[in-house]
């Protein structure tokens, strides 16, 4: 019965990788159009191409690169879309190629020359946050900000991070800020208490909060303070007068349960919202709950940033429903956490709604193969358009490799993907090689160190990446590489498009280590092999086959 019953999981039949949505199709214009019409070597060589040539190119060549992929998925046998996919990407990167080379229809004109205006630049930023970290004081504060108090001036940004106000600097701040006010859009009020007593450091955040209340930004950066809920409500008077933020820092600020509460109750609006970022904080479960209420008040986000705070499994699960009112959002980074298997799966029901998104942070997350899987099965399908995925430190092994692969076959777009720390072993790495060495023509860094992997996987791996264009770094260090599979690889590397530079240290592979004899794991693989028809104790034979069949033969 357990051999059978996987064969019929949706998992595996019912997901269907074509044809892309139309929005996805319509990324890929966008992107081409970007690509075509960005300087690069070929634009050195040929000539650069004018946005409307570039956009007139892309959809033309977005066409027919779909109308060939779609017939030929319609005599594709395994009939999941897989190689349509491939094809897809591969004819498109070729047909772009040809218009660069073929350069701009007309020498594209000039544009017109841009009169510097450095007085106006200089005029509208202010930044005290260069030089070495200090306290500053009364005298020094009045010489430092005495450029603010000028007539007509128009600075719109402020930066005081990195300078440690004590109550006498807030006192000369305070008037001047307040005069200003009005004209702010931007404050970076981040790293400037350190060092200060408590008692003070409040009393500073309370003169500057009241000083800058009122004022309409789209920008607060109050970052590095070692907030804790005392000093959120210091900052009560701004807070509680911002509705029109967009961007919102609160990161290494001691963010407890009761700090995000206080957050999420001053600010009035977080509809306009686009970057959140809390980094660093000690928010748990029941701090989560709070930002979770924030996020579902911002459907604009686009940058949501809630890595490394202590949240686990029900704080976890609160956070993604809530992110599934964030349609918008293009980064989302939740690294660091104890989310466990039951937040993993609440995440996978929320990823189908953020068709934008491009960067995914999920590294350290406990997700186990149960969540990795529930993950992967809904990204290949909603999500092809992923450009960063790292999935690092999750505990995934080699029997989740065959979904994980199926998803990375489809992220044809990958510019950098980081699967480190895991026990996906040879018949892991074998399996994510795979899936990786057909199209992929971004792909730029591959990270899959610490995963117990020999001879076998190091040499896959070293193949899946030697022609890719562009490509930078390849991480596969502190494994169990043999000398000689060390060897191979290095000549590999050196045999293909990508020269021997790309090969990251090898100071931790541990070339006389074997990975770990667990009856139980191994088991475990055995029936995950059996499942997917492998039969083979290697944990790659069928799943080998049923990638050669991906490969699209010219």
């Not at 189908?352 to 995914?360: A, I, T, W, Y």
Request: with cysteine; hydrophobic share 35%; net charge negative.
């Amino acid at each position: 019965m357990d051999s059978t019953a996987p064969d019929f999981q949706p998992r595996t039949f019912s997901i269907k990788l074509w044809p892309p949505s139309e929005s996805t199709r319509l990324m890929l214009v966008e992107r081409m159009t970007k690509n075509l019409s960005t300087e690069s070597i070929f634009s050195r060589k040929y000539g650069l191409l004018g946005k409307e040539e570039a956009h007139e190119n892309a959809k033309r060549i977005e066409d027919m690169c779909f109308a060939s992929a779609d017939e030929h998925f319609k005599t594709e046998p395994d009939g999941d879309g897989s190689s349509a996919v491939q094809l897809y990407a591969k004819e498109t990167s070729k047909l772009m190629l040809e218009v660069l080379k073929k350069g701009p229809k007309t020498t594209a004109e000039p544009e017109a020359a841009v009169i510097d205006t450095p007085v106006e630049v200089a005029d509208t930023v202010f930044d005290i946050s260069g030089g070495k970290r200090a306290f500053i004081e009364a005298e020094e504060a009045k010489e430092l900000l005495s450029p603010l108090t000028k007539p007509g001036n128009s600075y719109k940004r402020i930066c005081f991070s990195n300078r440690s106000f004590g109550i006498g600097a807030a006192n000369v701040a305070g008037p001047i800020l307040e005069s200003i006010k009005t004209q702010l859009t931007e404050v970076d009020l981040s790293d400037f208490v350190a060092g200060r007593p408590e008692d003070e450091a409040l009393d500073v955040m309370r003169i500057f909060s009241k000083a800058l209340a009122g004022s309409v930004l789209r920008y607060l950066n109050v970052s590095d303070n070692a907030l804790g809920e005392k000093g959120v409500r210091a900052f009560t008077e701004l807070l509680k007068s911002q509705g029109d933020l967009e961007e919102l820092y609160v990161m290494n600020d001691g963010i407890s349960e009761e700090a995000a509460k206080a957050l999420s109750e001053l600010i009035p609006s977080t509809e306009k919202l686009k970057v959140l970022h809390f980094h660093n904080n000690m928010t748990g479960d029941e701090g989560a709950l709070s930002i979770a209420e924030m996020v579902k008040r911002s459907p604009n986000l686009e940058s949501f940033r809630c890595s490394a705070t202590r949240i686990g499994s029900d704080g976890g699960v609160a956070l993604a429903e809530a992110l599934g009112t964030c349609t918008r959002l293009k980064k989302l980074d939740i690294r660091d956490n104890l989310f466990g298997v039951e937040a993993g799966v609440a995440l996978s029901k929320t990823l189908p709604k953020l068709h934008d998104l491009v960067e995914l942070y999920l590294s350290d997350l406990n997700l186990e193969n149960e969540g990795t899987l529930a993950i992967t099965d809904v990204l290949k399908q909603s999500a092809p358009q992923l450009e960063i995925l790292e999935m690092a430190g999750n505990e995934i092994t080699a029997a989740a490799a065959k979904g994980l692969a199926e998803c990375l076959t489809a992220m044809q777009w990958l510019k950098k993907l980081t699967l480190a720390e895991n026990e996906l072993k040879d018949a892991g790495a074998v399996a994510i090689a795979q899936s990786l060495q057909e199209g992929h023509p971004d792909l730029k860094e591959l990270d899959v160190s610490t995963n117990m992997f020999q001879r076998s996987g190091a040499r896959c791996i070293a193949q899946a990446i030697t022609n890719k264009p562009g490509f930078v770094l390849l991480n596969i260090n502190a494994n169990f590489i043999p000398d000689e599979g060390i060897d191979e690889v290095k000549e590999i590397l050196k045999g293909g498009k990508n020269s021997l530079d790309v090969l990251g240290p090898l100071d931790e592979n541990d070339p006389e280590g074997d990975p770990e004899d667990d009856d139980e794991e191994e088991d475990g693989e055995d029936d995950a092999d059996d499942e997917e028809k492998d039969g083979n104790n290697n944990g790659d034979g069928g799943l080998g086959s049923k990638l050669q069949d991906l490969k699209v033969e010219d």
